[in-house]
């Protein structure tokens, strides 16, 4: 800037460039002592993208994120994705994502070729190793469906005592347990010893499915009046042999769960199971019931004629009637 003086006039201010309108504001800062602090763009974006992900996630009531993610329940690769969106979003959605575990039952050992004498020997992972798994990294108390079943390549097609009890400790860990599904569980072992093996699941228990039980009807009924809370109940080709197998104790039914849900009883061949239920203790109180190829079932609906307002018959012959609803119906209003 340079300073002209020309005799009879005011002195001048030649600017070397132009003054921009962007440049006015400046001027004004500098002749007032005011500075400006440069402005980090990063970190204001940074602070919008936190309002749309972690950080509104946190400002919104717990209601309302369980209403949003319950539109993805059931979608498990949604789920998956949503946790790693943010930290606040995978804590959310782990209780729907380890919401249903099913345990599968070993497979044979494979021969294994000669090792040296001094190699280090491979643990077998043995039955549930999925169980196993879980309890390791803490997500078992989130499980309210576990479903145990033999694999397809087990070499014992029926569960027994001995087959989960070295695993009692992992089954403990799951605390709100809602629903258990049995798979080719020989029943009448367990009867002696209920506490020990199912115990846990007592005070939390809703819904019971069990599918192709082998043994007794008796020893499957004691199984049933154990749960005080039961009030869904869903069994799938029950055992029909009436009279229990020599060695095997079965204590006698003195208490009823409610049982005032949903009755699914399918592949009954005879009615000595149907017969049983109706004459619990505490009676049947079942408010809707689904039979599918059930033979004799008059007691049963005698029993529940008092609170049963629908009843269902499934034409399917699968494994799927408590789960499917591709099939043919028929429904009853009462």
């Known amino acids: 800037m340079k300073v002209a003086h020309n005799s009879g006039e005011r002195p001048t201010q030649t600017l070397a460039r132009p003054i921009n309108d962007t440049d006015i504001p400046v001027v004004l800062a500098s002749r007032l002592g005011i ?21 509104g996630w946190k400002n919104l009531p717990q209601e309302l994120i ?57 643990k077998d992972p043995g039955v549930f190793e999925q169980l196993i798994d879980k309890d390791r990294f803490g997500v078992l108390r989130y499980t309210q469906h576990l479903t145990l079943k033999p694999s397809n390549m087990s070499s014992c097609p029926r569960y027994n005592t001995g087959d989960i009890r070295e695993y009692l400790p992992h089954l403990r860990s799951i605390t709100e347990l809602h629903t258990l599904t049995l798979v080719d569980f020989y029943v009448p072992p367990f009867t002696p010893v209920f506490n020990k093996y199912f115990g846990m699941f007592t005070n939390t228990l809703r819904h019971l499915d069990i599918r192709h039980p082998d043994g007794v009807y008796r020893a499957l009924l004691y199984i049933i009046s154990q749960f005080p809370l039961l009030e869904d109940l869903t069994i799938i080709s029950p055992p029909d ?21 949903k009755l699914v009883l399918a592949k009954a061949r005879s009615g000595e199971l149907s017969d049983g239920l109706a004459t619990f203790p505490g009676g049947l109180n079942f408010r809707s019931l689904a039979l599918s190829w059930c033979e004799h079932p008059q007691a049963l609906l005698a029993a529940c004629g008092r609170t049963t307002t629908s009843i269902s018959y499934l034409f399917r012959s699968g494994d799927d009637v408590s ?12």
């Open 35 to 55: 500075k400006f602090a440069p402005v980090d763009i990063q970190h204001r974006v940074d602070n919008i993208s936190k309002q749309f992900t972690g950080a």
């Open 66 to 122: 369980d209403e949003i993610l319950g539109y993805l329940r059931g979608d498990l690769l949604a789920l998956k994705t949503c946790s790693l969106t943010c930290k606040h979003l995978f804590g959310a959605t782990r209780p729907l994502i380890h919401r249903r575990l099913v345990c599968l039952g070993s497979i044979p050992e494979p021969v294994e070729p000669k090792r040296p004498l001094f190699s280090r020997r491979k």
């Open 323 to 334: 789960e499917s609803n591709s099939s043919a119906q028929v429904d009853i209003a009462m």
């Open 241 to 261: 042999q009436p009279f229990p197998h020599p060695g095997h104790s079965i204590p006698a039914i003195r208490q009823s769960p409610p049982l005032r849900g």
